[in-house]
């Protein structure tokens, strides 16, 4: 295990090269080297999640060791998935999405890398855990996560070439969708993903504690993404009757998503370093 581990994060390492050198010289052979190299570790990362639900005899997604392998192969294939999209639906082959996947592989990689320094001991599921609802609950959040890292990444990518190129044509993706839109269609893709994960832990918390609802420190956390994600998405309606200028408006957006993910982020790996962690239903991976 610990073997195909340092396998699989330094195919990511590769990963984040090849789709550097993909944007630099954008040619159609460096796209479909970057594509095989993302879907070899992709590969590779699959394989790791089998051998654990394998000798774990559970759902790979209960504890930190096996949520950051699943976090780096639920990244990894949902931006494989946006690419062969552009490519075999929207038939676009020359789009500039390859920095956007280096961010991806970047994202993978350090999941991966988290999981080398984590116990990686099998441990005996608790109860909660013993649920048919781990698996629909865990791996919406999961894809939700996922669609919400894209838009992060496409953020960062955004703010850096409006710096630099002052929002001149260097900021197109494809066709007329801009490195801003393409993080708005990412968050359109993963908020209801976001919104099922909520819900299916409600449902999962009234049979686990009696409960749908307990002001649990996860619980809080969850719906502050829900609510700043949802705020994001009405923003695009709201922000033309206010005083802010046309051309501040996605950058203002692109200023959200780089402070919403980090707190996806906190809620998904930080949260036991609040002083409520202790008396969290949650922190069982901690």
Known sequence: MDFMLNITFYAFILGIVAYIVREVWRTGTMRIIALGVLSGAL?????????????????????????????????????????????????????????????????????????????????????????????????????????????FSAAIVYLIYRAIYHGKAQEIVMKDITFDKLAYISVTIGFPFLTVGLITGSIWAKGAWGTYWGWDPKEIWSLINWLIYLAYLHLPLILPKTKISKSFRPILLSIILLVAFPTVIFTFMGLHKLPTAGTSDHIYAE
């Not at 392998?69 to 639920?74: Q, Y």
Request: with cysteine; net charge neutral.
């Open 43 to 151: 590969l590779l990362n699959t394989i790791l999640v089998l051998m654990r639900w394998f000798e774990a005899n559970h759902a790979p997604m209960s504890d930190k060791f096996e949520s950051f392998v699943f976090f780096a192969w639920s990244i990894a294939l949902v931006y494989l998935i946006m690419e062969l999209v552009t490519i075999f639906i929207i038939k676009v082959h020359g789009s500039r999405l390859g920095i956007v996947g280096a961010f991806q592989c970047v994202l993978s990689a350090c999941f991966l890398y988290c999981a080398i320094g984590t116990d990686s001991t099998i441990k005996e599921l608790p109860p909660a855990l013993q649920s048919n609802w781990l698996v629909i609950h865990v791996i919406n959040y999961f894809i939700s996560y996922s669609a919400l890292s894209i838009s």
